[in-house]
C-alpha cells in the first residue's frame, strides 16, 4: 500500500487494485463482455477466445492499475476508463501503446533491427468517460495537440476517441453492449445515491438496485463483496485528482508570488539603474557645466584684474554679468 499525505494533514490511501470498469471487460472470465463492446464499436468477433488480453499487470496510472488491452483480429485495443477529462491522455497512450508493443516484440520473438519489414496489429486507443461533467458524446483528443506551436510538422501521432458512456449517450454503443449499458446505469444510479448517502453505502444501494432490476445481476450477485471496493477506487481516483488540483494551484500561486517578486526586484534593479544612470549623467553634466562656468568667470575676471579688459567688455565677451565679474574680483 502506498500513502499521500496533503498538505491539510489528510492521509489518501493509494492501493494500486483494480477497477469496476476493468473487471467487467479486463478479465478472463468475462471476456465476452470484451467482445460485445469491440463489436459495438465496429468490430467483428464471434468467439470471445479470438481475443488475447495483453494488458500490462505493473502499469498503475493514478493510483490504479491500467485497464484494458487486448489483440484481436490483427487490431491492438487499448481502453481506458476515466470519470475526468484529461487533454493529455494521447501522451499517456504514446507511452502505453509503446511498451504493449515491445511486449509484442517480445512474444512473438521479433526485432526492430531485423531488415525484414515487421507486421504489426494496428492500434485502436479508446477513453471510456463515466464522470460527472457533461461532455460531448464522442470526441477527439491528439498528441499533436500538446506540441508547442511553431515547432513545424510532428512525426508522430496519437488520436484518444473518447467515448461518453453517461446514461443517455451513445445509444447505439450502449445498446449493443449490455455490460456497458448495465455499467452506465450502475454509475447513475451510484451518483444519484451518493447525493443522499455516504459513498460506500451509495455503492451498496446501487449493486441491490441493479440485482432487483436484473441489470448485470449475475455478476453483482458473484462480486457484491468486491464491487463496492472496486467502484470507490474509481471515485478515490477522483478525490485523488482534486487533492493533487489544488495543491498544484496552491504551489503554483506560490512560486508564481514568488517569482513574481524576483522578477519584480530585477525590473526594479534594471530600472533603478536606468534611473541612477539618467540622474547620474544629468547631475554630472551639470557639474561639468559648473566647472566650465567657474573656469571662464575666473578668466574674465583675470582679463579685468589685469587691465587687459574693463568689467563691462569681459561680461559680454564671457557671456557673464558685470556684477559676477566684480563679485569674483573683490574675493
Known sequence: MDTITTKEGLTVSRVYKDTLFRRLFGDERHKANAMSLYNA????????DELTYTTI??????????????????????????????????????????????KHLDLYGMSVYSSRRLTLPAPHYYVFYAGPTEVEDRFELRLSQL?????????????ATVINVNEGHNPEILDACEALAGYAHFVSLARAFARTYARSEAVDLAVRKCISEGVLADFFIE?????????????????????????AEEDGYAAGEAEGRKEGRKEGLKEGLKEGLKEGRKEGLKDGRDEVRA??????????????????????????????????LSN
Open 41 to 48: 464499436l465496429g468490430g467483428s468477433c464471434n468467439d470471445p
Open 57 to 102: 499487470e505493473g502499469v498503475i496510472y493514478m493510483g490504479r492499475k491500467n485497464d484494458v488491452s487486448f489483440l484481436v483480429d490483427g487490431e491492438l485495443m487499448l481502453w481506458e476508463h476515466q470519470s475526468t477529462v484529461n487533454p493529455n491522455m494521447p501522451l499517456r497512450g504514446l507511452i502505453h501503446l509503446a511498451q504493449l508493443y515491445n
Open 147 to 159: 506540441f508547442a506551436e511553431g515547432a513545424g510538422e510532428p512525426c508522430a501521432e496519437v488520436v
Open 223 to 247: 462480486n457484491r463483496a468486491e464491487v463496492v471496493d472496486l467502484f470507490l477506487t474509481e471515485w478515490d481516483e477522483e478525490k485523488y485528482r482534486d487533492l493533487l488540483r489544488r495543491e
Open 295 to 328: 573656469e571662464f568667470l575666473q578668466k574674465a575676471a583675470d582679463q579685468v584684474r589685469e587691465g587687459n579688459l574693463s568689467a563691462e567688455d569681459a561680461a559680454r565677451i564671457f557671456g557673464f554679468s558685470q556684477q559676477e565679474i566684480t563679485a569674483l
